[in-house]
């Protein structure tokens, strides 16, 4: 089987369907693990730090867990976003006090998977202003992780316009600008004037960047928290 694989990935039509992977659906890590063959076939492998982060199981239903981070008990739900898992969640979150909304910025040329006519970007934002526009999130704060930008920094300027996502667009084709503009476009989406969220631009994959993000975010639950009982 490794030898199959490996002749396929080497496959000039292969990687011709690669190149144009925005028209199908096509893990993020494909390439990375694909390219990791001859490491993983070895008989010694042992998955590192970075295999892990890459591996992805897709979340269905609604999914707890619970650890201990300064000196606090945090209970995190994960739950699907995919259209036919949106309903047995959206209602179990009335005593929420933090909502995390993770959106790809990488996802701004691709299609869902159960819908090829959607743009997955497009998609991601109207679930967004669902989510924080809904009675039951009034009181929560809002935290929002703009996820992949290492992929979204690769991919925009090579021929992949932003104006995929975004017709309006009349920004330039380089990171920075893209990527204030699909933050403000998200920002917009609040109808809430009183109501804050707080972005962060991320790489999951990058250790020391999540970890500097997660104190940020859990300082910030700790704040709105105390605010809330008028101790802030």
């Known amino acids: 089987m490794y030898k199959v694989i490996k ?28 390219d990791s063959l001859d490491r993983i076939y070895d008989r010694n492998f042992v998955p590192t730090e970075q295999d892990i982060l890459r591996t992805r199981v897709a979340t269905m239903g ?8 300064k000196n606090k008990l945090w209970r995190v739900f994960d739950v699907g976003g995919q ?16 909502l995390i909304y993770v959106a790809s910025l990488s996802e701004y040329d691709q299609v869902l998977l159960e819908d090829d006519t959607t743009n997955r970007m497009q998609e991601s934002l109207q679930l ?22 290492d992929l979204f920094e690769n991919k925009i300027g090579h021929g992949k316009s932003l104006r995929v996502a975004f017709p309006n667009y009349k920004g330039g084709e380089n990171y920075d600008e893209a ?8 920002m917009a989406a609040n109808e809430n004037s009183e109501k804050s969220i707080y972005t ?20 910030t639950i700790l704040s709105s928290k105390l605010k809330g009982c008028g101790l802030y």
Do not use: P
């Open 83 to 98: 259209r036919s898992q949106r309903k047995k969640w959206i209602h179990c979150f009335d005593d929420a006090k933090a």
């Open 179 to 186: 990527a204030k503009y699909i933050e403000a476009q998200f």
């Open 7 to 34: 002749t396929l990935w080497n496959d000039k039509g292969v990687e011709a369907a690669f190149e144009r992977r925005d028209e199908f659906y096509l893990h993020d890590s494909a390439k990375y693990f694909l």
């Open 128 to 149: 967004f202003r669902q989510v924080i526009n809904n009675k039951y999130f009034v009181n929560t704060s809002v935290i929002l992780f703009l996820n992949k930008k």
């Open 62 to 69: 609604v999914i707890e867990v619970c650890f201990t981070m």
């Open 200 to 219: 962060h631009l991320t790489c999951a994959t990058d250790t020391q960047q999540v970890q500097f993000v997660l104190d940020s975010v859990l300082d």
